[in-house]
């Protein structure tokens, strides 16, 4: 693993474990992160000596969605284009990670907002700390949402809750995830890394082809990932360009409000 890695991957004994390493900006999505957590999933995908996967982070938060700065840089270059991430990054991303064929652990410390929320519930089971905090936060920048969002939040929580969710980009915490179903299990934030190590520990060491199995048959159930991502797709590609998206993401940059003018 080199100093420019920032995404871990290791394998120990079936079990591979892909780690978030972007630790000082909040393991924000950049590029770099998207492109190796993508190349990481793929790897794991194609392993076929790995019999579960664990995605977790370091630092104090999980993860808090897109990189604002780096998308910010994107919209002066080329607005037009400020977000084919979502076609180039993001939706290969979500899609790899549900296509992983054995069972998918995240943990889940801190902020987890955005795509970085997105990522999570792509997971087959969560275990959250007690101090995980969670938003969809896409509408606070004028967006509409993606990597996954409007499938998964819908599939977990029904239409009202989700909606309510991605509109008005209310915060929740472990202990209401935990109630709605969204996380599987909460521990204290000091025991999340044991935790959760030895809940995909139990996994690896399980019988594999039934948990595949499992997931092929609540696949199944829940279909409609791949449309809700071209969806998503079409979209941020249009609000993307939208002057009431600019401005809000320069006013979050900026620490100050930002005012809506509906277009």
């Not at 996954?148 to 029904?158: D, I, P, R, Y």
């Not at 002057?243 to 006013?251: E, G, L, P, Q, T």
Request: one cysteine or more; charged letters at 20%; aromatic letters at 4%.
């Amino acid at each position: 693993m080199s100093s420019n890695d920032v995404i871990g991957l290791s394998v120990d004994a079936g079990l591979a474990t892909i780690t978030l390493r972007r630790a000082g900006a909040s393991n924000a999505l950049d590029r770099a992160v998207k492109e190796q957590l993508l190349a990481a999933v793929e790897k794991v995908a194609a392993d076929d000596s790995v019999r579960a996967l664990l995605v977790a982070a370091e630092g104090k938060n999980f993860c808090v969605g897109q990189d604002l700065a780096e998308h910010v840089a994107g919209l002066e270059a080329d607005p037009a284009h400020a977000m084919d991430t979502v076609a180039e990054h993001y939706n290969p991303l979500l899609r790899a990670l549900a296509g992983v064929r054995v069972p998918v652990i995240v943990a889940i410390n801190g902020a987890c907002v955005g795509a970085g929320l997105g990522i999570a519930l792509a997971g087959d089971i969560r275990i959250a700390g007690e101090g995980a905090k969670f938003a969809t936060a896409f509408t606070g920048i004028a967006l509409a949402g993606d990597s996954g969002l409007s499938h998964t939040l819908v599939e977990a929580l029904g239409a009202s809750r989700a909606t309510g969710l991605m509109m008005l980009g209310d915060r929740f915490t472990a202990a209401q995830a935990l109630d709605w179903g969204l996380v599987h299990r909460v521990v204290p934030d000091a025991e999340l890394g044991d935790a959760s190590a030895a809940l995909a520990r139990q996994l690896a060491d399980g019988p594999t082809a039934a948990y595949a199995q499992v997931k092929s048959l609540v696949s199944a159930a829940s279909t409609g990932l791949s449309e809700a991502l071209e969806r998503e797709r079409a979209a941020a590609e249009a609000l993307g360009q939208s002057k009431d998206h600019r401005s809000a993401v320069d006013a979050f940059l900026a620490k100050t409000a930002p005012t809506f003018e509906g277009h």
